[in-house]
């Protein structure tokens, strides 16, 4: 799934206040999930002020920002199966072996929970 970038959401009038709209990831889905906040009342602010509360509101999510992340659902130990079924298949047998001990052993009692977005400091291999 890449990441879709530069949203600006959009703003509506309706039954009398300004509400806004726009779009998050959710993990394992490819489509976008609709959120609506309600920004404020059309007395109090105009079309633009609305906007602008908007685009604060969808920058304090993050959505934006350029580290953002879309989460994903895929540990680490389904990526390494899947790994061992496609690259190391085509390896001699001694070496799927070694692979196989190398990451039985050392790699999936450690982080085989561990979600695949995980941030690097999660991978320390301290503690």
């Known amino acids: 799934m890449s990441r879709r970038t530069g949203q600006d959401g959009y703003v509506e009038r309706r039954n009398g206040i300004w509400r806004g709209r726009y779009l998050v990831d959710v993990p394992g889905q490819f489509e976008r999930v ?7 009342s059309v007395k109090q602010m105009s079309k633009s002020a609305a ?3 908007l685009k604060e509101v969808i920058a304090e999510t993050g959505i934006n920002s350029p580290s953002y992340r879309i989460p994903s659902t895929d540990t680490f130990a389904r990526q390494v199966e899947q790994w061992m079924g496609t690259t190391v298949a085509k390896c001699k047998v001694s070496t799927q072996k070694l692979r196989r001990y190398h990451t039985d052993v050392y790699l999936l009692p450690k982080w085989a929970s561990l979600r695949s977005n995980a941030s690097p400091q999660k991978w320390s291999t301290s503690g």
């Open 34 to 40: 609709k959120r609506a906040v309600v920004l404020g």
């Open 51 to 53: 906007r602008l509360k």
